[in-house]
């Protein structure tokens, strides 16, 4: 079974702060993706990454990085975090770009609060 | 831009009953996923409609493609309790970000199924 993990399934922190999300997948898939979930608004693509050191802006990348040094690992990185980023972050791997094999699998999510 | 729209958002249905979730697109796909998330949970993928016709069931639930129409039918049959959860469909665009295994989310359907 393909396995997806994240670093912490809560986590509350303080407006300014960096704040950092790991997640790991161990069935060697090539891509990796950042989501987050708000209530109504459904999956947000933030980041998502290709390969080892690649990275693509998703729909909403302002106040987010990522780090991918490792092909196993991808970081979503708050530089400042603030309220508004209050939210369920999702993180997803996939075996290949193209084929059927491209079906996302999901984290258990990390919920984040920013106060 | 893909974009997906699922309704209805909110759908409330007593056991026993039929009801159908449809997912509409706006570009070319050929490929769509059907997830399923439980409370506080994360996304669970359901079927995988790899082409225009495709139908695939698994116990109550049954998933269809139409290409042409750009559309995708969730169906459920004779709802149990166990059924509720929030759905969503996944599909694969054809911009330079599909090639790159990026999905375009629907805003997900929250079910309940009630005694």
């Known amino acids: 079974d393909v396995k997806v993990t994240q670093s912490s399934r809560y986590l509350v922190k303080r407006t300014g702060e960096k704040v950092f999300l790991e997640c790991v997948q161990d069935m060697d898939h090539e891509n990796m993706f950042w989501y987050r979930q708000d209530p109504g608004l459904g999956l947000r693509l933030i980041y998502f990454?290709?390969?080892?050191?690649?990275?693509e802006k998703g729909d909403i990348p302002e106040g987010y990085s990522v780090s991918r040094e490792k092909k196993e690992r991808f970081s979503l990185i708050l530089e400042s975090a603030s309220t508004n980023q209050t939210s369920m972050y999702l993180c997803a791997s996939s075996l290949y770009p193209r084929g059927p094999y491209n079906e996302q699998f999901f984290g258990p999510g990390t919920r984040l609060t920013v106060l | 831009e893909l974009k997906v729209e699922q309704n209805p958002l909110f759908l409330s249905m007593q056991e026993g009953k039929n009801y159908t979730i449809y997912c509409n697109y706006s570009?070319?796909?050929?490929?769509l996923y059907w997830y399923r998330q439980d409370p506080g949970k994360s996304l669970e993928s359901l079927f995988v409609?790899?082409?225009?016709?495709a139908v695939k069931q698994e116990g109550r639930l049954m998933a269809s493609l139409d290409t042409k129409a750009r559309l995708s039918t969730l169906h459920i049959t004779a709802a149990v309790h166990d059924l509720s959860a929030t759905y969503f469909c996944?599909?694969?665009?054809?911009?330079?970000?599909?090639?790159?295994?990026?999905?375009?989310f629907g805003r997900g359907t929250q079910l309940t199924v009630w005694p």
């Open positions: 990454s290709y390969d080892v050191k690649m990275k």
């Open positions: 409609l790899l082409s225009n016709g």
């Open positions: 570009t070319t796909s050929d490929r």
């Open positions: 996944a599909v694969v665009g054809a911009d330079r970000g599909s090639t790159l295994g990026r999905l375009y």
